[in-house]
């Protein structure tokens, strides 16, 4: 077992701690689309190790701003794949192999994306969180999305 002897360094708050819970003011984020940007993303592994990438999404409003949702994609299971490829291309990046990724995670952040919340079904109750669009969002056949060069030919 390991050492738990810190425990006791915390004796005193514990007995001075009121005890807090049921959530107070803490609501889920009602189902909807809501715009958000990409706070954070990194790689995660659960407990039963399974590997995921994980996201941490910030709405940026109107509704709920500054409420945080996760989500996560999963890097080990081949028929989840495409759904990261998805997100990843809402958020303008395009892989050519998944090893490619982990340069490519800064590149993530502050993207700002549409992204949908809907009621969770599942028995840990998190709501699902789905990235539906976003500004830097490349089309399908992999060239970035840009405003036509008007070059030297201004009409004016």
């Given at each position: 077992?390991?050492d ?6 915390f ?7 009121a ?20 706070d ?18 910030k ?20 028929d ?33 994306v549409?992204?949908a ?5 599942k028995?840990d ?16 056949d ?6 036509p060069?008007?070059?030297d030919?201004l009409?004016?």
């Amino acid at each position: 077992m390991e050492d738990l002897q810190f425990l006791n360094d915390f004796n005193d708050a514990w007995s001075g701690a009121a005890e807090q819970g049921g959530g107070g003011e803490y609501k889920e984020v009602p189902d909807g689309d809501y715009d958000a940007i990409v706070d954070e993303v990194m790689f995660h592994e659960s407990k039963a190790g399974g590997k995921f990438l994980k996201w941490k999404l910030k709405i940026t409003g109107p509704d709920h701003k500054g409420r945080l949702l996760w989500r996560y994609s999963s890097l080990t299971k081949p028929d989840m794949l495409g759904w990261l490829k998805h997100d990843l291309r809402m958020c303008g990046v395009v892989l050519e192999k998944l090893s490619d990724l982990p340069p490519q995670l800064e590149n993530l952040l502050d993207a700002p994306v549409q992204i949908a919340v809907k009621a969770s079904k599942k028995p840990d109750g998190m709501a699902s969180v789905y990235i539906n669009g976003g500004e830097r969002e490349v089309p399908r056949d992999g060239e970035p999305l840009k405003p036509p060069d008007a070059g030297d030919d201004l009409p004016f």
